[in-house]
């Protein structure tokens, strides 16, 4: 079983960048099919990007498509989510999340077995 550690999260300014990390444990890693995602205050989770085990395939939500681009090193067991042109809306907890190379959908929280703890995004105006 792999475990997830996210880092990077921040304060930053409208139209500023972040890059988050996500840090897993476990010699399984470069198999799963990992996914971010982000909770605003009083809204549900909701997916951000995913990306298949061998980079190959690249997921997006419309709202992030252009500005932000997931990625990962497997030589690392990190997974990356580059965010610039950063919006007030964009604020939320970022969580990072594994599943199943076979998995159906990479877009449903429901399909992610395991979860990072997750890091605060503030974008302010």
């Known amino acids: 079983q792999v475990q997830l550690v996210e880092s990077g999260g921040g304060l930053v300014q409208a139209g500023g960048s972040l890059r988050l990390s996500c840090a897993a444990s476990g010699r399984t890693f470069s198999i799963y099919t990992m996914g971010w995602f982000r909770q605003a205050p009083g809204k549900e989770r909701e997916f951000v990007a995913a990306?298949?085990?061998?980079?190959?395939?690249?997921y997006y939500a419309d709202s992030v498509k252009g500005r932000f681009t997931i990625s990962r090193d497997n030589a690392k067991n990190t997974v990356y989510l580059q965010m610039n042109s950063l919006k007030p809306e964009d604020t939320a907890v970022y969580y990072c999340a594994a599943t199943s190379p076979y998995s159906g959908s990479v877009y449903s929280l429901h399909e992610y077995h395991t979860w990072g703890q997750g890091t605060q995004v503030t974008v302010s105006t």
């Open positions: 990306i298949r085990w061998n980079g190959g395939s690249l």
